[in-house]
């Protein structure tokens, strides 16, 4: 559990209990100690979007109504005996449940890589175990859900050629799938939208007409409960005074944040630093080589697919690297979680550079570094929420002598 986590536990908590998304009144806030707060018209909410938090009501309120409390704090013993079971119910049908359709999805897509079925399974497999879904399926987070939602939109519009299904149902499901992902996690979620939206337009218009209309749904559901809380559809990070409240931890003089490198350097940072992108999913390496071949040789879904993959991974790396206000967001959490979202589709061109490189000198190669990314993956499943440089665990010890930038700009 982490700050991260309670800010929306006590918002999901609050619209069962008190049909509000304001926790100023959970008795949890201040057990909690979650920095994750902004203040608007003089009560305290989750800096989080609201949807997903929306999406956990669901799930509580049954449970609420069968007797079980997120928070009974009359005991050590009852909080335990009442907080368990609801933690269980949300991460198993939240997260673990987007987690398994990440895979499903990956796996389907793998039809269009030549490769063999048994090949697939274990790729899958593999990817599962050496990839932060591993580590992030066993506490509540967005990003793992944005990673189903978004790996199975995309599957759906890969695979539209090869269905004999109306493509436009087909294409409302993806529309419908990428905008949830997007409305959970803003920055993945909305520019794999945008790009799978522009996708289907090129299409054909039926299927960008339909993409557009399954996405109605959820968007208009985070207009509707973002408004609940900022007064419009405009995120929390949008209002960067209501994030500075008195009181608030992002006043202090601990949280106030100080830029102690160029962010040109937070990108490399960001991408083989000791939390890296590809030093936590290290054959992730082989995506680049797979885009690039795609994009030149292939003349088929796969290759627009490319395209927009290698469009919105520079997107989120640019705007995690300079266009943040500041680069700690990651808080206390085990490698770059925010771009978990995209890992999987990502992970399809790597398999693509595999299909190209046929040497077996490659596939040891590809196979070392997802049994290196299994070794940050297993680690990382027993504490999502404590970073790598302030652990002291043998296997992150060995994994970190092959990190190809050592420096680490966290302070906090």
């Known amino acids: ?25 959970s008795p949890y806030l201040g057990p909690s100690g979650s920095p994750d707060l902004a203040k608007f018209r003089g009560r305290l909410f989750s800096d989080k979007p609201p949807v997903l938090p929306a999406m ?22 009852a909080f335990v005996e009442s907080f368990g079971p609801v933690n269980r119910a949300l991460v198993a049908i939240l997260i673990a449940i987007p987690s398994a359709m990440a895979l499903y999805a990956l796996r389907r897509m793998f039809q269009a890589v030549d490769i063999h079925r048994t090949l697939a399974d274990y790729l899958t497999l593999g990817f599962g175990f050496s990839s932060l879904l591993l580590s992030y399926g066993v506490t509540f987070n967005n990003h793992s859900v944005a990673a189903g939602l978004l790996t199975s939109a995309f599957s ?11 493509s436009r149902i087909r294409s409302g499901l993806a529309g419908f799938l990428a905008a949830l992902g997007a409305t959970i996690d803003l920055p993945a979620g909305g520019s794999v939208w945008i790009g799978l939206c522009a996708w ?15 996405s109605a749904l959820p968007i208009l559901s985070h207009t509707l409960l973002q ?3 900022t007064g419009t559809p405009l995120p929390v990070e949008m209002y960067p005074e209501a994030l500075a409240y008195e009181g608030s931890y992002w006043a202090t003089e601990v949280g106030t944040y100080r830029e102690t490198i160029p962010r040109s350097w937070f990108l490399v940072e960001l991408i083989a630093g000791p939390q890296g992108w590809l030093t936590v999913t290290p054959v992730l390496v082989f995506a680049p080589v797979g885009m690039a071949l795609t994009m030149l040789f292939r003349r088929d879904a796969l290759r627009a697919g490319a395209i927009v993959v290698a469009t919105v991974s520079g997107v989120l790396l ?7 206000r500041r680069t700690d967001y990651s808080g206390q959490s085990f490698g770059v979680r925010h771009l978990l979202p995209i890992t999987p589709i990502v992970f399809l061109f790597a398999v693509a550079a595999l299909e190209r490189l046929r040497h077996v000198a490659w596939r040891m ?18 504490d999502p ?20 930038y050592r420096h680490s700009s966290y302070h906090r």
């Open 1 to 25: 559990m982490s700050g991260n986590v309670w800010s929306r536990y006590m918002t999901i908590e609050s619209i069962v209990e008190r049909g509000t998304l304001a926790v100023d009144e």
């Open 56 to 77: 956990g009501a669901a799930v509580y309120g049954p449970l609420y109504a069968s007797g079980y409390r997120m928070f009974d704090l009359s005991s050590p013993r």
């Open 156 to 166: 759906l519009v890969v695979l539209d050629p090869l269905s004999t299904r109306p």
């Open 200 to 214: 289907t337009m090129i299409r054909s218009r039926r299927a960008g007409g339909a993409f557009l209309i399954g």
């Open 227 to 229: 408004s609940f809380v």
């Open 318 to 324: 640019t705007y995690y690297s300079f266009g943040v």
């Open 365 to 382: 190669v590809f196979v070392l570094l997802m049994l290196l990314g299994s070794v940050y993956a297993i680690a990382g499943m027993n």
């Open 385 to 404: 929420w404590r970073r790598i440089e302030r652990r002291d665990d043998l296997s992150l010890r060995l994994a970190q002598r092959f990190v190809l």
